[in-house]
């Protein structure tokens, strides 16, 4: 099993940036993949990016060019940084990981980041 903990939202002015952190812990070494979401509330759940144990990164199209993941395997985190904020980047923020040979989802609680206009 794997245990995720987001962390780094909060209230930034639109325009403004945030980097986001999800560290994972417990049995990190059968990680496949990690990714962010984000979700509003009564909205489902909306891939951001995805990024791979071997830092391979995939972007949704409507957040390219404004935001960038990394991964630090050392610290079994990853980074999500995001530009250029708007107020409809508001929303939860969510890291998931695809774990073992069964590619079990794991999410972590969330953080809140909310864009002031």
């Known amino acids: 099993q794997v245990q995720l903990v987001e962390s780094g939202g909060g209230l930034v002015q639109a325009g403004g940036s945030l980097r986001l952190s999800c560290a994972a812990s417990?049995?990190?070494?059968?990680?496949?993949?990690m990714g962010w979401y984000r979700q509003a509330p009564g909205k489902q759940r909306e891939l951001i990016a995805t990024i791979t144990n071997r830092g391979n990164t995939n972007y949704a199209d409507y957040v390219k060019g404004r935001v960038n993941s990394s991964r630090d395997n050392a610290k079994n985190t990853v980074y999500l940084q995001m530009n250029s904020l708007k107020h409809e980047d508001t929303d939860v923020y969510y890291c998931n990981v695809v774990w073992g040979v069964k590619k079990k989802t794991y999410w972590g609680p969330g953080t809140q980041v909310i864009v002031s206009s």
């Open positions: 417990g049995s990190t070494s059968s990680i496949k993949a």
